[in-house]
């Protein structure tokens, strides 16, 4: 079914777009990512 195609990319979409989020604020320096917990 297409729609369960496209919604498995979207979903993959969505994990990759949060990796990178979480990679970024990884290798951004200490102090300059705002960690509010």
């Known amino acids: 079914n297409i729609?369960?195609?496209d919604?498995?990319?979207g979903e993959?979409?969505?994990q990759v777009?949060?990796?990178?989020?979480i990679?970024?604020?990884l290798s951004?320096?200490?102090g300059v990512a705002?960690?509010?917990e």
């Open 23 to 25: 990679q970024e604020a």
């Open 3 to 5: 729609d369960d195609v």
């Open 34 to 36: 705002d960690f509010d």
């Open 17 to 21: 777009d949060d990796l990178r989020q």
């Open 7 to 9: 919604k498995t990319m």
């Open 12 to 14: 993959i979409h969505d």
């Open 28 to 30: 951004a320096p200490l």
